[in-house]
């Protein structure tokens, strides 16, 4: 069965600061994507990585997919109040491409201004 | 038309009551799937169309959820006798079935059953 777990669940910061979200499984995936929720609102697609070892940049976002391709990771740099939200990451279910996803839990962010 | 669209943002309705939810995709996209989200959990797959097809249901989705996509456009998620346990917000996302590693998802539609 595929899993992704998403660690930490909770994170409560003040602004200015760094942190690192992450992504992992036992299981490998042909790409990963990242997306970003606010409340009461749908996930909204911030990157897909596909290449083990890939690393993407998106302003002060930056996400590595690892070498083998079972883990991933958001950093953020000098987090904003604006950058508070459920950050998730989803992977294609299975072999088949059907493009279902699974998704990990969540990592609820905080940014305190 | 710039994203997916659901209608109703929020319903809120009596314990053994009938709701549907309507999903409109993005236009030029084939594939549409339905996800529930429960309160501080990730969406999990409930089921998907390509086009009017519907390819494949989850076992989430008991014999009181029916979906439909007629002529392939808009899709309807109907639940029946509505339970608590049904409260949820339901996620609908549309993709290109060729290349279509990324979905795009709607504003979602909250559920809440008294």
């Known amino acids: 069965t595929q899993l992704l777990e998403q660690s930490p669940q909770f994170l409560s910061i003040q602004e200015g600061e760094n942190l690192t979200v992450y992504c992992n499984s036992s299981?490998?995936?042909?790409?990963l994507q990242w997306y970003r929720q606010e409340p009461g609102e749908g996930p909204v697609l911030l990157v897909t990585?596909?290449?083990?070892?890939e690393v993407k940049k998106l302003k002060r976002l930056t996400f590595q997919f690892g070498d083998a391709r079972k883990d991933s990771s958001l950093h953020i740099t000098a987090a904003q109040p604006g950058d508070t939200g459920l950050y998730l990451c989803?992977?294609?279910?299975?072999?088949?491409?059907?493009?279902?996803?699974?998704f990990g839990q969540g990592t609820t962010l905080q940014v305190k201004p | 038309d710039t994203g997916v669209s659901q209608d109703p943002r929020h319903k809120i309705t009596k314990r053994g009551q009938n709701v549907t939810f309507r999903c409109d995709p993005i236009?030029?996209?084939?594939?549409l799937y339905w996800y529930r989200q429960t309160l501080g959990q990730g969406p999990e797959f409930l089921t998907y169309?390509?086009?009017?097809?519907?390819?494949?249901k989850s076992r989430l989705l008991s014999d009181r959820f029916s979906a439909e996509r007629p002529k392939g456009s808009f899709s309807t998620l109907e639940i029946q006798r509505t339970e608590q346990g049904d409260s949820a917000m339901y996620l609908c996302?549309?993709?290109?079935?060729?290349?279509?590693?990324?979905?795009?998802f709607g504003q979602g539609t909250r559920l809440t059953v008294v």
């Open positions: 169309f390509q086009n009017e097809a519907q390819l494949e």
């Open positions: 990585v596909v290449t083990g070892g």
């Open positions: 996302a549309s993709s290109l079935a060729l290349g279509g590693l990324e979905a795009f």
């Open positions: 989803a992977g294609p279910h299975g072999s088949s491409n059907t493009g279902k996803l699974i």
């Open positions: 236009s030029e996209h084939n594939r």
């Open positions: 299981s490998v995936f042909s790409s």
